[in-house]
T-cell receptor, first 113, second 117 residues
């Protein structure tokens, strides 16, 4: 059974600081996703990582993937309050019958002024 | 609006009621999914439909009954629910699954916040 673990689950940081969220998964995966969720809202897709060594950046967020270590990271640079949200990683396995996303527990990020 | 529309946005129902959640997408996707998001738990996959055929039922109790009349619409019929079924129910869709689907991705709806009283 595929397991996806994120840490930390809760993160409180000051504006301007840097931090990294980690996502470990237990079996070989085809794709890894990062999503953002604001309270009461749906999931917003941030990044899709397709291959070993993939790195993607958007604004203050950068995601990377190490398929050999089964590890993805989401790095936050110079955090701002607007980044406060819950961040999920999800692992995608494609099978002949279809595909399925398995999610981590989520990291609740609070950026304090 | 993400391209996946869910109705209603909020639903309060008694344990003896019967209600339905609706999901609609016009993205040309052929796979649709129901997820449950409970407080303090990871999102749980409930059902998967690929080209209107159910390909996965993730050990979901029979009080939840999905229906997929076509690739654009997905329903979740609810009856005799329990208070622990209160959660955010998210619908998602994705393109046809293929061997060379590079631009593969999932689009999520805004969800239905269900409260069972």
């Amino acid at each position: 059974e595929l397991k996806v673990e994120q840490n930390p689950l809760f993160l409180s940081m000051q504006e301007g600081k840097n931090y990294t969220i980690y996502c470990n998964y237990s079996t070989t995966s085809d794709r890894l996703y990062w999503y953002r969720q604001d309270p009461g809202k749906s999931l917003e897709s941030l990044f899709v990582l397709l291959s070993n060594g993939a790195v993607k950046q958007e604004g203050r967020l950068m995601a990377s993937l190490d398929t050999k270590a089964r590890l993805s990271t989401l790095h936050i640079t110079a955090a701002v309050h607007d980044l406060s949200a819950t961040y999920f990683c999800a692992v995608d396995i494609i099978e002949t019958s279809g595909s399925r996303l398995t999610f981590g527990e989520g990291t609740q990020l609070t950026v304090n002024p | 609006e993400t391209g996946v529309t869910q109705t209603p946005r909020h639903l309060v129902m008694g344990m003896t009621n019967k209600k339905s959640l609706k999901c609609e997408q016009h993205l040309g996707h052929n796979a649709m999914y129901w997820y449950k998001q409970s407080a303090k738990k990871p999102l749980e996959l409930m059902f998967v439909y690929n080209f209107k055929e159910q390909t996965e039922n993730n050990s979901v109790p029979s009080r939840f009954s999905p229906e997929c009349p076509n690739s654009s619409h997905l329903f979740l019929h609810l009856h005799t629910l329990q208070p622990e079924d209160s959660a955010l129910y998210l619908c998602a869709s994705s393109p046809t699954l293929g061997f060379a689907s590079v631009n593969y991705g999932y689009t999520f709806g805004s969800g239905t916040r269900l409260t069972v009283v």
